[in-house]
């Protein structure tokens, strides 16, 4: 199993940047797919969760993102992304994707994302 982040980058203070995730090496559906990211000097924290059943999609966010950041699935299975918005300086961080499935949960490599101000 395998799960790759991509969209990182160097980004103007109020830009926009749109993160992918995909994750191979299964026909497994997830159970959950996630971002989480981690600054220089600090703890990896978390930021979007998506959950989706057959009838609903659940997301959840961290309070600070909440309005700025947005989770969304992809139509290929095992895909996500993060709309982030309105970015920060103290959004500069890496970015990971983080998929739960029934045998374990896995992590991507991470993709920088810099935002200067």
């Known amino acids: 199993v395998q799960v790759v982040e991509s969209g990182g980058g160097l980004v103007q203070a109020g830009g926009s940047r749109r993160l992918s995730c995909a994750a191979s090496?299964?026909?497994?559906?997830?159970?959950?797919m996630g971002w989480y990211r981690q600054a220089p000097g600090k703890q990896r924290e978390f930021l979007a969760r998506?959950?989706?059943?057959?009838?609903?999609?659940?997301?959840y966010y961290k309070e600070s993102v909440k309005g700025r950041f947005t989770i969304s699935k992809g139509n290929a299975e095992n895909t996500m992304y993060l709309q982030m918005n309105g970015l920060k300086p103290e959004d500069t961080a890496v970015y990971y994707c983080?998929?739960?499935?029934?045998?374990?949960?896995?992590w991507g490599q991470g993709t920088q994302v810099t935002v200067s101000g």
């Open positions: 998506i959950d989706s059943d057959d009838d609903n999609t659940y997301t």
């Open positions: 090496g299964t026909t497994a559906s997830s159970l959950a």
């Open positions: 983080k998929v739960n499935w029934v045998f374990g949960n896995y």
